[in-house]
């Protein structure tokens, strides 16, 4: 997760009175577990025999957007845990999946509103529109970097789900939206939620906390969704125990998906339990290896356990397990520059110049125009030290 965009984006189901479907079931298995394409797939069958059914374009789009932020490294769920996202742009979109992605936020909308004129009471419509918006809302913020487009839909979609609730108390899906809205609304600085109130917008921790429990509790479509956005903002309020707990049974349930087991990992060193800790990164490595995770970028295990060697003062096992990234099959380039860095700086505190200056280099030759290559010129210059 973190696969954090994931999280924000709300799946939709087929109402509170939803009768099980197998294709469906299948189609989010393999989204749960990474298979981003074999699910694609399945959503777009299910879309070509419900045409009309806007719950099924807005499976298809979720799993597209998803597969998107993915491919740009946006589903770190470190950098959610404070506010560093807000200015991380990874890779470039795809022009073309981005038009995509607005065809089908514009082909589920159309759905919507044609529902809505005839009975603007629907809970179905208003729930699939929320949806929609919360998607929109993601992809604006995370694709466009457009904030304030991005604003307007999340707060749409929290309408367009309090409205769900109101007509219909049982909705239990409804309130992931909603939950995560009063949790980031109450988690604003006293100054702005002034500001915010004043256009009459509100929030609750308390009840961000209550909401996203009784759906990550429910036995709905919802329930992973509202685990994930879950364990985010309790590490965000550094309530490491219970976000590990939830991420472990996320990582049985779904063992195709590393960033799981990752973020289990992280929430461990959080806790102080290194070993614990090292040895999840090492299994995630170890399990990527045997081709556990197909072509999933699994190469991060690798550069945690290279980070929390590094803050024991471990500089050699550091060093090894930075190194390891460049031996993933197609490591992202990002990542591997960052090792290579990291990997020259330790060499740099163990007092072995020669390969420090080769790692230098090699992060020059990755891609020069970067601050992690201008961090490799200050090094060549003058030795890294702590």
Not at 222 to 251: C, G, Q, Y
Request: aromatic share 8%.
């Amino acid at each position: 997760m973190t696969a954090i965009a994931r999280a924000q984006i709300r799946l939709a189901s087929d109402g509170p009175n939803a009768t099980p479907d197998p294709a469906r079931d299948s189609a989010f298995d393999h989204f749960y577990n990474m298979e981003y394409d074999r699910a694609a797939q399945e959503f777009e069958r299910i879309v070509e025999k419900h045409p009309n059914d806007a719950f099924a374009v807005n499976h298809l789009l979720t799993s597209v957007l998803i597969h998107e932020l993915y491919r740009m490294g946006a589903m770190n769920t470190g950098e959610y845990a404070n506010d560093s996202f807000i200015g991380q742009a990874h890779h470039p979109a795809d022009p073309k999946v981005k038009e995509r992605i607005k065809q089908l936020v514009a082909r589920a909308q159309r759905l919507e509103e044609e529902q809505l004129k005839g009975n603007p009471d629907d809970v179905d419509a208003l729930y699939c529109r929320g949806v929609t918006r919360a998607q929109f809302a993601v992809y604006t913020a995370l694709v466009e970097r457009a904030w304030f487009s991005a604003l307007r839909n999340a707060v749409g979609a929290r309408h367009d789900h309090e409205r769900v609730l109101e007509l219909n108390p049982n909705y239990l899906d409804a309130k992931l939206v909603v939950g995560a809205h009063n949790y980031v609304m109450g988690s604003l600085p006293w100054s702005v939620k002034v500001a915010v109130a004043l256009v009459g917008l509100s929030g609750s921790k308390e009840k961000g906390f209550q909401y996203l429990r009784e759906v990550a509790n429910g036995t709905g479509e919802n329930t992973v969704d509202a685990k994930v956005v879950l364990s985010l903002f309790l590490r965000r309020e550094r309530n490491f125990d219970e976000a590990r707990s939830i991420m472990h049974d996320l990582a049985a349930r779904y063992p195709k998906d590393y960033l799981f087991a990752l973020e289990e990992s992280n929430l461990q060193r959080a806790l102080g339990h290194l070993q614990e800790a090292a040895a999840g990164y090492r299994r995630v490595w170890q399990m990527g290896r045997e081709g556990k995770f197909g072509n999933l970028h699994y190469e991060m295990a690798a550069w945690g356990l290279g980070e929390l060697l590094r803050s024991r003062k471990d500089y050699s096992g550091a060093a090894s397990a930075y190194e390891l990234v460049n031996e993933a099959p197609d490591p992202d380039s990002e990542t591997r520059q960052k090792a290579n860095l990291a990997a020259g700086e330790m060499y740099d505190l163990l007092q072995r110049r020669e390969l420090a200056m080769k790692k230098y280099q090699t992060v020059l030759a990755e891609n020069s125009g970067t601050p992690l290559a201008e961090e490799a010129r200050k090094h060549i210059k003058e030795a890294y030290r702590e």
